[in-house]
C-alpha cells in the first residue's frame, strides 16, 4: 500500500455547514436591505453600490429581493449572496468582518434622501385636453373612410376579385388604396415608409392628416377619372 493512503480524510461537513449557515443568515438580512433599495429606487430591479472604509458593497436586487452582494477589497471580490453558488469560508469570514459598516452605509445612503422631495411643488398647471382635437379627427377620418368603402366598393364590383388596390400619383406623391371585400383596408400615401390615413391600427396624427387631406380630393378625381375611362372605353364596344 502506498504511504498516505490508509490515513483519514478530513471532513468539510461541519464547516461547510456552518458556512451554509452564516450565509443563509446574510441572505436573510441583505434581503431586507435589497427590499428597502427596491422601494427606494421605485423599480422590479436595480443595484447600488456603497463605500466603507475597507472596500466596496455592490447589493444587486430583482422583484425586491437580493440578487447578490459582493464586497470588493484590494482588487478581490466576494460574493457573500449568490445565485450561483456560497462563498469560500475564510473569504465570507473576512468580508463579514466589514458587513456591520456595510449596513451602516445604506442607512447614511436612505438619510442622504430625507427630505430631498420637502420642497417640491406639486401644483402643476391644467393638462390641456385634445378633445376637440380628436373629434375632428375623426370627423374628417370618418368621411375619408366613407369616401375610401365606396371607391372599394366600386372596385370590387368592376374587378371581380376579392382583393386589389388602386394607385395613382396626385401633386408628385403616391396614393395608394388597398380593398378587401368590398371594403377599404387601408389608405396610404408616400409608398412604402409613408403615411396611413386609413389603417385597422391606428389613425394618423393631427398635422399627417392637415398635411395630406388636400390631396385626397385630388386622389378622388383621380378615381373618378379613371372610372370615367373605363366607361369610355366600354361605350366604344360593339355587339
Known sequence: MIEGLDTDVASAAEIAEHRDEVAAAVREHAGRVARELSLLQGGDYGQESFETDAGTWTLKYEAGDVQYLRFEQGGRETYVVSSKQPPEPAALADALTDYDAFVEAFATYVDSLDGVLDDVETDF???????????????????????????????????????????????????????????????????????????????????????????????????????????????????
Open 125 to 239: 398647471p391644467d393638462v390641456e385636453s385634445t378633445e376637440s382635437v380628436v373629434e375632428e379627427r375623426e370627423r374628417i377620418l370618418s368621411r375619408m373612410r366613407e369616401c375610401a368603402n365606396q371607391m372599394a366598393s366600386e372596385l370590387f364590383r368592376y374587378e371581380g376579385t376579392n382583393y386589389g388596390t388602386f394607385e395613382t400619383r396626385v401633386d408628385g406623391r403616391r396614393w395608394e388604396l388597398k380593398w378587401e371585400d368590398g371594403q377599404a383596408s387601408y389608405l396610404r400615401v408616400g409608398g412604402e415608409g409613408g403615411v396611413y390615413l386609413l389603417s385597422q391600427y391606428q389613425p394618423p396624427s393631427a398635422t399627417d392628416l392637415r398635411a395630406h387631406v388636400d390631396g385626397f380630393h385630388g386622389f378622388v378625381e383621380a378615381f373618378n377619372e379613371h372610372v370615367r375611362d373605363l366607361s369610355s372605353s366600354l361605350r366604344t364596344v360593339s355587339l
